[in-house]
C-alpha cells in the first residue's frame, strides 16, 4: 500500500514536491528513489477529501505549513519501509574544503551532501539529531584536513548522550563494508563517496 502525504494548501504542496525532489536529486540511492517515485504520494487536504478509494492508503502523514521538511521526509521513508525508528544511524564526515556529509540509516544511503562551512553542517546535524528517530546514531568524521575543528564545534552544539556517539576515522587504514562496491556505481562526487566510506568503515 502507498504512503500520503497530506498537506494543507497549494503552497504546502509545492514547498513538499521541491524539498523531496532536490534531496532525491543529491542522493541518487535507487531504493530510496523507487520508494519515494512509485510509494509516496503528496496530496493537499481539499484533494483527499474529493479522492475515492482512500482505504488503499492505510498510511498517512498529516503535514502542517510550517512543518520541518527534513522531518517529513525521515517520517516518510520510515513509513514506507514499516519502520517507527532507525536501529541505527550513520552519519560520515569527509572533512576538507569541501565537507562531505552521507547520512545512512540501517544500511542505506538516506541523504548526500556536501557543505563549505562548519556552520551550516552544524544545523544540518543538529537538524538530524533533533528530527530523526534512532535507537543509537555515530557521527564519525575522517581524520583528513581539518577534522579536529569539525569535532570540536560539533562537541559544543550536539548534545551527546549514551545514544549519540562520536569517532574518528583513520581515512587511510579502515575497512569498509562490501556496500561501499555498489554505492560507488550512483555516487560520483569523490567527497561524498569519501563520506560514505567513513561512515561504513569498521576499525
Do not use: Q
Given at each position: 500500500?502507498?504512503l500520503?502525504?497530506v498537506?494543507?494548501?497549494?503552497?504546502?504542496?509545492?514547498?513538499?514536491?521541491?524539498?523531496?525532489?532536490?534531496l532525491?536529486?543529491r542522493n541518487?540511492?535507487?531504493?530510496?528513489v523507487?520508494?519515494?517515485?512509485?510509494?509516496?504520494?503528496?496530496?493537499t487536504?481539499?484533494?483527499?477529501?474529493?479522492?475515492?478509494?482512500?482505504?488503499f492508503?492505510?498510511r498517512?502523514?498529516?503535514?502542517?505549513?510550517?512543518?520541518?521538511?527534513?522531518?517529513?521526509?525521515?517520517?516518510?521513508?520510515?513509513?514506507?519501509?514499516?519502520?517507527?525508528?532507525?536501529?541505527?544511524?550513520?552519519?560520515?564526515?569527509?572533512?576538507g574544503?569541501r565537507?562531505?556529509?552521507?547520512?545512512?540509516?540501517?544500511?542505506?544511503v538516506?541523504?548526500?551532501?556536501?557543505f563549505?562551512?562548519?556552520?551550516?553542517?552544524?544545523?544540518?546535524?543538529e537538524?538530524?539529531?533533533?528530527?530523526c528517530p534512532?535507537?543509537?546514531?555515530?557521527?564519525?568524521i575522517?581524520?583528513?584536513?581539518k577534522?579536529?575543528?569539525?569535532?570540536t564545534?560539533l562537541?559544543k552544539?550536539?548534545?551527546?548522550?549514551?545514544?549519540?556517539?562520536?569517532?574518528?576515522i583513520?581515512?587511510?587504514?579502515?575497512?569498509?563494508?562490501?556496500?561501499?562496491?555498489t554505492v560507488i556505481?550512483?555516487?560520483?562526487?569523490?567527497?561524498?563517496?569519501?563520506?560514505?566510506?567513513i561512515?561504513?568503515?569498521?576499525?
Open positions: 500500500m502507498d500520503l502525504i498537506v494543507p494548501n497549494a503552497r504546502s504542496y509545492y514547498r513538499v514536491i521541491k524539498f523531496i525532489t532536490e532525491l536529486g541518487p540511492n535507487p531504493k530510496v523507487n520508494i519515494f517515485r512509485k510509494h509516496v504520494k503528496v496530496l487536504r481539499d484533494y483527499l477529501s474529493l479522492m475515492k478509494h482512500r482505504e492508503y492505510s498517512i502523514i498529516k503535514v502542517k505549513e510550517d512543518a520541518n521538511l527534513f522531518k517529513v521526509y525521515l517520517e516518510a521513508y520510515l513509513k514506507a519501509n514499516n519502520k517507527e525508528y532507525f536501529d541505527s544511524l550513520i552519519i560520515g564526515i569527509d572533512p574544503m565537507i562531505g556529509v552521507a547520512v545512512i540509516g540501517d544500511g542505506e538516506i541523504d548526500l551532501v556536501v563549505h562551512s562548519f556552520e551550516r553542517l552544524e544545523r544540518y546535524i537538524n538530524i539529531v533533533s528530527n534512532f535507537r543509537i546514531c555515530k557521527i564519525k575522517g581524520n583528513g584536513e577534522w579536529y575543528e569539525i569535532a564545534e562537541k552544539s550536539v548534545i551527546f548522550d549514551k545514544r549519540i556517539t562520536m569517532e574518528i583513520d581515512e587511510g587504514g579502515s575497512n569498509s563494508h562490501g556496500i561501499i562496491g556505481n550512483w555516487v560520483h562526487d569523490k567527497d561524498l563517496a569519501s563520506a560514505i566510506k561512515a561504513l568503515s569498521s576499525d
